[in-house]
């Protein structure tokens, strides 16, 4: 089936540590999407890229990295610069008519211990 | 740059009763408008989108939103909403020119009692 994927699908981080979000997509899309969702700020877009090996920041990049070095793969980092990095993370890539249509994982929810 | 205002953070309504959830935008160019749903602890999945052509367009679970250009708006209803329409709800605006990015709203909780 024809899909996008992250994992893992809960994680925890001790604070000061790196940690790379997983995500995955077989529907040969270009444009691949991170945003972040925090309980009533909705969906803030952290980074996205229309292709390989080239990406753009979105509006809370600051302490996140990614790399798109294969058309299927986006994977985030969220580094120890991040100093609020609890919350539930999206990844979604572009397709469907006129390519307009987000297709979205099923979330990855992050827990600083 | 584009942006999107919900104006409710929460509605809470009947069952069988009508829903209006609002959206207003924010562009300097055209763009393509959408509702996004999501249920508890998923992603996000499409409802409607207008791109062009006609302003109202429908979802196949009832819903319906009118692209408004003069009003920068693009409400969405339903005339009877049923307790498994209880989720979030999203308006997202991008511009139509290719690579710009897709902006979400701060959504919507839309709880339905009986």
């Known amino acids: 089936d024809g899909g996008i994927t992250q994992s893992p699908k809960y994680l925890f981080r001790k604070e000061g540590q790196n940690v790379t979000l997983s995500c995955e997509q077989n529907l040969n899309h270009d444009a691949m999407y991170w945003y972040r969702q925090d309980p009533g700020q909705g969906l803030r877009l952290i980074y996205y890229s229309q292709i390989v090996n080239d990406f753009q920041k979105g509006d809370i990049a600051e302490g996140y990295s990614v790399s798109r070095e294969k058309k299927e793969s986006f994977p985030l980092t969220v580094t120890s610069a991040q100093k609020n990095p609890t919350a539930f993370y999206l990844c979604?890539?572009?397709?469907?008519?006129?390519?307009?249509?987000?297709?979205f994982g099923q979330g990855t929810r992050l827990t600083v211990v | 740059a584009q942006s999107v205002t919900q104006l409710d953070s929460q509605v809470p309504v009947f069952e069988e009763a009508p829903v209006e959830l609002r959206c207003n935008y924010s562009?300097?160019?055209?763009?393509?408008l959408f509702w996004y749903v999501q249920y508890p602890n998923q992603g996000l999945q499409l409802l409607l989108k207008y791109l062009s052509g006609s302003t109202l367009v429908e979802s196949i679970n009832g819903f319906e939103a009118e692209f408004n250009k003069s009003q920068t708006s693009f409400h969405l209803r339903k005339p009877s909403v049923h307790i498994s329409d209880t989720a979030e709800y999203f308006c997202?605006?991008?511009?139509?020119?290719?690579?710009?990015?897709?902006?979400f709203g701060k959504g919507t909780t839309l709880s339905v009692s009986s």
């Open positions: 562009s300097s160019v055209s763009v393509y």
């Open positions: 997202a605006v991008s511009g139509r020119q290719a690579g710009t990015a897709l902006i």
């Open positions: 979604a890539s572009i397709g469907g008519l006129k390519n307009t249509e987000a297709f």
